[in-house]
């Protein structure tokens, strides 16, 4: 009964509830530096969508200039056999001429960033020389060509009115020819960049052929009538001035002729661009220059997409992640310039205006004239439309509204050779040319692009330093070997 009672006190007793010990989260080592534990989830809504964005468009970016060294490297291998050639040292080397301007609505920037991005780099593993003609505004080639053209002439044998003297060009030019030293004897030429400057240099073009060599005289102040010359205006205070210190010298006043004299005026600055000698409307009824040659010197344009606008911005986005498109076509083109051997004239596609039905007979023309010698079936051509002037034509759609704006109350006189219609001479038409491309540099790139496949596969048999890791460490997705460590010695360990 003792035994029972104590066995019940102590089971009335309150007992100690043994909780149990709490378990350490995350890694301790980690705990006791502070840092938090990192649990492994998925980011929240925003998060992914933010991931989603930034990396489909780094991705799309990293791909586009992958490609894009890719393609450069291809046109730059194909012409770089011409830098392995050995050059006499009393010759030059080939020397291209560039021209480039600022696009309508946009600075020279943006055009000097095209050529250093797509052109320069051809052109460097060629090993040519070139030289840049710039236009920081509307006009500017289009008066750059034309007096490069006039020095020529000059130089050619033909007499301006005004002897003018030889610029610095001639002195060297001279100095080399005494030395020995002669130009390149392979083909050389102009490249024109867009569709803004490949209208002006054919402007310029046919100004300088046609157009006289010395600038033609300004036109003659009006005079209103019943006005003479000799009379001073009353309005010009320098003449009024001058008669009354004439009148206090002949008086002896000495406070009024004591007055100074104003200052001359400044000489005026000058003009830039320089105004066109001749106008579009002038070229019929001109004579082409006597020292014109037969063809002139090939010249080759480049595209260059260029459009502004916070509306655009989608074409913006898309051009900017496929460069690789652009920089194919431009090293192509200019790839062809470097290797070509021959030069083709430009053509001049007719565009008929009306046909002459098979069934009713020969009728009369507008003026009355018979048709006579038009048979049956043949057609009437209206005009004819040059090559050159379809050159990036689709570009114009995107250019900047200030080239088609017509021109300010103050500004009637300015030229305006973007927005007008290109007017091609046909004296200059024909003997204009551009480079031909030959069937041995399609068979070298040809080539080059069966190297480069060797080479991709070269790559993937020989796995880089990362893939090595990964198959020392075991974490390969290609071969699933033991480790690095677990597979001992290399070799014939019996031996």
Not at 61 to 76: P, S, T
Not at 433 to 452: C, G, K, P, W, Y
Not at 471 to 495: C, H, I, M, P, Y
Request: aromatic fraction near 6%; include cysteine.
């Amino acid at each position: 009964m003792a035994d029972n009672a104590k066995a019940a006190a102590e089971a009335s007793k309150p007992s100690a509830v043994v909780m149990p010990a709490a378990k350490a989260e995350g890694n301790p080592a980690l705990r006791m530096m502070g840092l938090p534990r990192f649990r492994a989830k998925l980011p929240s809504r925003n998060w992914l969508i933010f991931l989603s964005i930034t990396g489909s468009f780094t991705t799309a970016l990293l791909y586009d200039r992958n490609q894009k060294k890719k393609v450069q490297k291809k046109w730059c291998d194909l012409v770089s056999h011409l830098a392995r050639e050995t050059l006499p040292v009393t010759q030059l080397p080939r020397r291209f001429t560039i021209f480039l301007a600022a696009p309508p609505g946009d600075g020279l920037r943006s055009a000097r960033e095209y050529f250093q991005e797509y052109v320069k780099p051809v052109l460097v593993a060629a090993a040519v020389e070139w030289d840049v003609v710039e236009g920081r505004r509307e006009g500017d080639v289009r008066a750059g060509v034309a007096e490069r053209v006039r020095k020529l002439r000059r130089k050619n044998g033909e007499k301006a009115p005004v002897e003018l003297e030889p610029p610095e060009e001639d002195l060297v030019q001279g100095i080399q020819e005494k030395a020995g030293i002669r130009p390149s004897s392979d083909l050389e030429g102009d490249l024109i960049i867009g569709r803004h400057t490949w209208k002006e240099y054919v402007r310029g073009l046919q100004e300088g052929w046609l157009g006289p060599l010395h600038p033609p005289d300004p036109p003659p102040i009006a005079i209103p009538a019943g006005a003479s010359a000799s009379e001073p205006s009353l309005e010009d205070p320098g003449t009024d001035l001058t008669a009354k210190q004439a009148t206090a010298s002949e008086s002896g006043d000495a406070s009024i002729s004591a007055v100074p004299a104003e200052a001359p005026p400044p000489p005026p600055k000058p003009v830039t661009p320089i105004p066109p000698y001749i106008s579009p409307s002038q070229y019929s009824s001109l004579s082409l220059a006597s020292t014109a040659p037969r063809t002139l010197q090939p010249a080759v344009a480049l595209p260059f997409p260029h459009i502004l606008g916070i509306l655009n911005t989608p074409t913006r986005t898309f051009r900017f992640l496929t460069q690789r498109h652009l920089a194919d076509e431009v090293g192509h083109i200019v790839a062809d310039m470097v290797l070509a051997g021959s030069t083709r004239p430009f053509v001049a596609e007719l565009d008929f205006a009306s046909s002459i039905d098979l069934d009713s007979p020969p009728a009369s023309l507008g003026n009355g004239e018979n048709q006579s010698g038009v048979g049956e079936g043949a057609v009437i051509a209206s005009g004819s439309r040059w090559e050159q002037q379809g050159v990036y034509m689709d570009e114009e759609k995107e250019w900047h509204k200030s080239a088609r704006k017509p021109s300010a109350p103050g500004e009637e006189g300015q030229e305006r050779v973007w927005s007008e219609d290109m007017i091609i001479d046909e004296r200059i038409g024909q003997r204009m040319t551009t480079f031909v491309n030959s069937m041995a540099n399609d068979e070298q790139l040809q080539r080059i692009a069966e190297e480069h496949a060797l080479q991709a596969a070269d790559r993937q048999r020989n796995p880089g330093w990362i893939e090595t890791i990964k198959l020392w460490t075991g974490f390969s997705e290609k071969d699933k070997r033991a480790k690095g460590w677990e597979q001992g010695f290399v070799g014939n360990e019996s031996a």
